[in-house]
């Protein structure tokens, strides 16, 4: 903690000295040309690096490079608010457009249609190193959150978990409409399977199956607080953390506020997740930089949806509205994928699942954490498989669990 505060002081200390620098520049077009000349001389490391939702889209781009697959990207209009709502995504004072960026990958003719959601801290191209394989078999479309990567970030003043909920539910809801989708499997990543869980719980009748990954929110703190994070809450680095929690302290604004040191924080992270302490299949020195480049200017770019975290969850990431509350009126098919060291608990969704009456399986992936489709891509395309093979496959053929997957 003292080490996080000790960059944040740097941090502080780089920020004013570059704010200084701009309200001096503005002062004559004089002294506009000898600031400019002056960050010439400026060592690269005192430098910001400029991001923006065309920076992202470019990052995007490139990471998506690497496909085989054709794909078109698009900004989807959704509106600026939902029909006869006086919120406007939420209370926000503009009433211009809002949009969610989709990519949509070319696939066979009558494929069935598979919309894929990130999770918090993340946005569609995460999911990189799927797009390919599960093209050949699916309709693959996947978006980025309103607030999230490309789409549009408006103001974020929602004051309570049904609002933050509304917030993501009605706006992919309005996405929907404007896609004219209908009759899709929907696919969610840890707050992404949140999001979709409560989506289909709302709209069951656009969902023909649920495929969560690694789902946030079926556990509650009442019910899984460990002794060991009541003790740790207790203490005073415990009641820091919870209060920067409760203040809406995000790890994005660490990113933004360390300015042109952000990338590098990026990087390491990655190379670290991805490689060194990856659980599977590391990524490769392309795949690592794109990714690294990609990630940067997601988390970099103006705050929207990622102040939902307190709403949504309370410190140690249990829902404030635990899902396991809602299971017995889930009415849409479901499936589970977790990789097996996967630091999200499976046992809520063994609980949700006796509650449930619909049918609904849990599998894990060997090889995989909470990236589990990042860790071991191979397995976690065969475990969709699984999942929907009654759709790809109506005759009952591959109703066997593939080898090395787990049944719960």
């Not at 400029?50 to 054709?70: F, G, N």
């Not at 894929?116 to 699916?138: C, E, I, P, T, W």
């Not at 840890?190 to 869980?197: H, I, K, P, Q, R």
């Not at 060991?228 to 953390?241: D, E, H, N, P, S």
Request: aromatic share 12%; with cysteine.
């Amino acid at each position: 903690m003292s080490i996080l505060l000790r960059r944040l002081s740097k941090s502080s200390s780089i920020l004013l000295s570059k704010m200084a620098e701009e309200i001096a520049s503005s002062t004559t077009a004089g002294a506009a040309v000898a600031a400019t000349k002056k960050r010439s001389l400026w060592p690269s490391l005192l430098r910001w690096i400029p991001t923006s939702t065309d920076h992202i889209i470019a990052a995007e781009t490139r990471l998506l490079s690497i496909l085989k697959t054709p794909y078109h990207q698009e900004q989807v209009n959704i509106g600026s608010g939902p029909p006869g709502s006086k919120t406007r995504w939420f209370r926000s004072t503009s009433d211009e457009p809002r949009f969610i960026n989709t990519v949509t990958f070319d696939s066979k003719e009558g494929s069935p249609t598979l919309v894929m959601v990130h999770g918090y801290g993340a946005s569609q191209g995460f999911f990189f190193r799927n797009f390919d394989a599960l093209a050949k078999h699916f309709k693959v479309i996947a978006i980025d959150q309103l607030g999230w990567g490309g789409s549009s970030r408006p103001d974020f003043t929602c004051q309570s978990t049904e609002e933050t909920e509304a917030w993501f539910i009605d706006s992919f809801e309005e996405w929907r409409k404007a896609q004219n989708l209908t009759n899709f499997i929907l696919l969610g990543h840890s707050f992404g399977g949140y999001v979709a869980s409560k989506y289909a719980l709302k709209h069951p009748e656009h969902i023909r199956q649920l495929i969560l990954v690694g789902p946030a929110g079926f556990s509650s703190e009442e019910q899984h607080m460990s002794e060991r994070l009541t003790q740790f809450k207790a203490t005073w680095k415990g009641a820091v953390i919870n209060h920067l929690w409760e203040s809406n302290f995000t790890p994005q604004k660490i990113i933004r506020g360390l300015g042109p040191l952000g990338p590098n924080i990026v990087r390491k992270y990655t190379s670290a997740r991805f490689g060194s302490y990856s659980t599977g299949e590391v990524l490769t020195e392309d795949e690592s930089k794109l990714l690294t480049d990609y990630v940067y200017h997601t988390l970099a770019a103006k705050a929207s949806g990622e102040l939902c975290l307190k709403h949504i969850f309370s410190f140690g990431a249990f829902a404030r509205m635990p899902l396991l509350h809602c299971a017995s009126d889930w009415k849409v098919p479901t499936t589970f994928i977790y990789g097996f060291q996967d630091w999200m608990d499976y046992t809520g969704a063994q609980e949700a699942r006796k509650q449930m009456k619909v049918p609904c399986e849990i599998i894990r992936v060997p090889q995989g954490g909470h990236f589990v489709f990042i860790d071991n891509p191979a397995a976690f395309h065969s475990a969709v498989h699984y999942a929907c093979h009654k759709l790809l496959s109506p005759d009952g053929e591959s109703d066997s669990l593939p080898e090395g997957l787990e049944s719960v």
